[in-house]
């Protein structure tokens, strides 16, 4: 049986996205929820909290529950353009080590005790290094023992695959993009970067189907060779 939080943030959502309130209108507030579908405080609250963390509420203190400006009807995809002939790249892996940074444990959803493994790829072309990933894997998508030859961690995806059959590029995941300035003289090195030049950093989580984190990956791209295309399609 659906609980009736769910029941009634179905509701709620259906509201939204036929348009009922428009980006920026004030939604229903508790009591309105509390009248409307004679539940308690706990209950409303608990489907109003989950339509502001799916981002489509926002809270003012004082003010009320609103609906938020983003594009609630609209599918968004963000694509990286490659500035140079993908078969002109290379990538070369730098290191494969397992460890148990507890920083690192958290983002993977590991326990303090277990460990995974860290590798560190570095793609260019043209021999201009313009791409540093920075991969942690869980070690349960690590075939062990760890291979001598290291270029066959090239292509983490490909391993996976070929190790597991596990499709990482069809897995759902969560990524973010900031402007940073590097200070780590190793990442600055193998980017050419001097100390006042900027870098893309990209954060990325994929999932398996059960939630669990199929990797955690940091990577830092040199500012000449970014670029994103943003295509917006009406549902």
């Given at each position: 049986?659906?609980?009736?939080?769910?029941?009634?943030?179905?509701?709620?959502?259906?509201?939204?996205?036929?348009?009922?309130?428009?980006?920026?209108?004030?939604?229903?507030s508790e009591a309105d929820i509390k009248r409307n579908y004679s539940v308690s405080s706990?209950?409303?609250?608990?489907?109003?909290?989950?339509?502001?963390?799916?981002?489509?509420?926002?809270?003012?203190?004082?003010?009320?529950?609103?609906?938020?400006?983003?594009?609630?009807?609209?599918?968004?995809?963000?694509?990286?353009?490659?500035?140079?002939?993908?078969?002109?790249?290379?990538?070369?892996?730098?290191?494969?080590?397992?460890?148990?940074?507890?920083?690192?444990?958290?983002?993977?959803?590991?326990?303090?005790?277990?460990?995974?493994?860290?590798?560190?790829?570095?793609?260019?072309?043209?021999?201009?290094?313009?791409?540093?990933?920075?991969?942690?894997?869980?070690?349960?998508?690590?075939?062990?023992?760890?291979?001598?030859?290291?270029?066959?961690?090239?292509?983490?995806?490909?391993?996976?695959?070929?190790?597991?059959?596990?499709?990482?590029?069809?897995?759902?995941?969560?990524?973010?993009?900031?402007?940073?300035?590097?200070?780590?003289?190793?990442?600055?090195?193998?980017?050419?970067?001097?100390?006042?030049?900027?870098?893309?950093?990209?954060?990325?989580?994929?999932?398996?189907?059960?939630?669990?984190?199929?990797?955690?990956?940091?990577?830092?791209?040199h500012w000449k060779y970014f670029k994103t295309k943003i295509e917006v399609e009406a549902?």
């Amino acid at each position: 049986m659906i609980p009736k939080y769910e029941q009634i943030k179905q509701d709620l959502l259906r509201e939204i996205k036929n348009h009922t309130f428009i980006p920026g209108d004030k939604f229903y507030s508790e009591a309105d929820i509390k009248r409307n579908y004679s539940v308690s405080s706990i209950t409303a609250v608990k489907a109003l909290n989950e339509l502001t963390n799916a981002g489509y509420l926002y809270r003012v203190q004082g003010k009320g529950t609103f609906v938020s400006k983003s594009k609630i009807s609209q599918s968004v995809k963000f694509s990286d353009i490659e500035l140079h002939a993908i078969d002109t790249e290379k990538v070369e892996v730098l290191s494969v080590k397992e460890e148990q940074e507890p920083a690192i444990l958290k983002e993977l959803g590991l326990p303090s005790n277990s460990s995974y493994y860290k590798i560190i790829r570095v793609r260019s072309f043209d021999a201009v290094p313009f791409l540093i990933h920075i991969t942690h894997l869980p070690k349960k998508l690590v075939k062990e023992p760890i291979s001598d030859d290291l270029s066959i961690y090239s292509s983490i995806y490909e391993r996976v695959r070929k190790d597991f059959g596990i499709d990482l590029f069809s897995l759902s995941s969560t990524e973010t993009n900031e402007i940073v300035f590097p200070d780590d003289p190793e990442l600055l090195n193998l980017l050419n970067l001097s100390f006042r030049e900027p870098a893309v950093k990209q954060v990325k989580h994929s999932y398996l189907p059960d939630r669990s984190v199929a990797e955690y990956i940091i990577s830092y791209k040199h500012w000449k060779y970014f670029k994103t295309k943003i295509e917006v399609e009406a549902e």
